[in-house]
């Protein structure tokens, strides 16, 4: 990443709200992103993998390289990740060795598919004879944080240390939690706020239907989705439901203002991660950062920051959706389905608007402490989470018909949880307490990706 040298300086406050607004673009140049994490593993005997090593994480990615003729982004000496030379997009590695596509944009869902098809071709093809397996959990089932040893990215030693002192589970999230996410566009700031807070309300149900870590230290958790609860214990100052955004009023520049109040975690500088965890942004606008006093940020610094915010619906220059457990392919595909669905059609969205636009921010707050216990059994205004999911389908499968690009068959998954009303995880517990005999470790067979 480019130091401050190759970004403008921040002059004003309108140059905050053009880092996300510039985003906006028509509706024949709106995209769709998918980004997905895979727990990586070996077999006989069952272990984590460390990133060192002929037959190591650092091996994956050379053999990746070689297999797609992608290159190499390093930090330091140590490669951490992969680029195309195309579209946008590329491979890199969470703290835990959790290894990331982030997808090019697609116009169509079934452009997505099948980068996911190609992806996971190379993954188990580099990764088979080099016993790395992967693994479409939520949570890693077996190993505790300790257990699990950092990747080499700067980053990471920086957020490792504050996540202790803002949170109890956030070196979990970190180093043993997995999502698939949705990234999509919007047409102007109003469309983006309409998008929003329809996606906004809406995730606690998307992370009900996709609930799929019911394990964790080897044993049931407790949830369903385990890695959803994890977000609420990691750091309440950068995540959550950002209920500021229902009020009046609300649009780019009220964002920026909560943005300004999320604490830094770090400023890059000649390629090299300063540690600024826990400073402010407004003070940085001032000059007044501790560690690089008198200098002021610029715009790729703000992005830089912008990217550090991990509410349930993140606004950069798109739409990021937040609230999915990771799991099988076909449910990494349903992820964007569903918010296709939802979003790009303007008759599905003012569908989704009024199914939500009477729910409170109690009603919803409320929502998203719950669903991690009970995902789409947890009750709501006089039914359960089932019920909303079904008709929220159901919006989802008629903005993808007039989309006319027969993307509707993503939508399987959501609708065989929803004809035996039973999750992903609770599929998996209904396994661990019956042919599995309580051994969690079935799982690393069974959920293979």
């Known amino acids: 990443m480019a130091g401050a040298e190759s970004s403008p300086l921040i002059t004003s406050r309108a140059d905050l709200i053009e880092a996300m607004a510039r985003g906006a673009k028509p509706k024949s140049d709106w995209r769709i992103g998918t980004e997905h994490e895979k727990h990586v593993y070996r077999k006989d005997p069952l272990r984590p993998v460390q990133y060192e090593g002929e037959d190591g994480i650092a091996a994956l990615l050379e053999g990746i390289r070689q297999r797609t003729g992608w290159h190499y982004f390093y930090d330091k000496e140590n490669p951490i990740g992969l680029r195309n030379d195309g579209p946008v997009g590329g491979i890199s590695l969470e703290p835990g060795g959790q290894f990331e596509l982030s997808g090019a944009p697609h116009e169509t869902i079934h452009g997505s598919a099948r980068e996911l098809r190609s992806h996971l071709e190379d993954c188990r093809a580099v990764g088979g004879p080099l016993n790395i397996h992967f693994l479409g959990l939520g949570v890693t089932p077996v190993w505790s944080v300790a257990e699990l040893r950092r990747m080499p990215k700067s980053r990471y030693g920086i957020m490792t240390p504050y996540m202790d002192k803002v949170g109890t589970l956030g070196t979990s999230m970190m180093y043993r939690s997995a999502t698939v996410q949705a990234n999509l566009d919007f047409s102007d700031e109003a469309d983006m706020v309409k998008k929003l807070r329809v996606s906004l309300a809406l995730q606690p149900i998307v992370t009900a239907l996709f609930a799929n870590s019911p394990f964790v230290d080897g044993k049931p958790s407790g949830y369903l989705s385990f890695r959803s609860h994890i977000w609420l214990n990691t750091d309440r100052a ?52 501790p560690q690089l006093p008198g200098e002021k940020p610029t715009v790729k610094d703000w992005e830089d920051h912008l990217s550090t915010l991990f509410p349930e619906v993140r606004l950069k220059q798109f739409l990021e959706m937040r609230g999915a457990d990771m799991g099988d392919e076909a449910h990494v595909n349903a992820l964007p389905a569903i918010w296709v669905g939802l979003l790009y059609d303007d008759g599905a969205l003012e569908a989704a608007w009024r199914e939500i636009r009477d729910w409170t921010v109690a009603e919803m707050a409320q929502l998203r402490n719950d669903v991690p216990v009970r995902a789409i059994h947890t009750p709501f205004r006089g039914g359960d989470v089932a019920q909303v999911a079904r008709r929220v389908v159901d919006i989802a499968r008629e903005g993808l018909k007039r989309r006319g690009l027969g ?34 470790t079935r799982v690393f067979d069974e959920a293979e990706i």
Not at 256 to 271: C, G, N, S, T, W
């Open 407 to 440: 993307e509707e068959v993503f939508l399987a998954p959501l609708d065989e949880t929803l004809a035996l009303n039973k999750t992903p995880a609770e599929r998996w517990l209904d396994r661990y307490n019956g042919a599995w005999g309580g051994d969690v």
């Open 238 to 289: 950068r995540t959550g439901m950002l209920p500021f955004a229902f009020e009046d009023g609300f649009g780019f520049d009220r964002y920026a203002e909560h943005a300004l109040d999320v604490p830094m975690y770090f400023v890059i500088r000649d390629k090299q991660y300063v540690n600024v965890a826990g400073e402010s942004f407004r003070a940085f606008l001032k000059g007044e950062l």
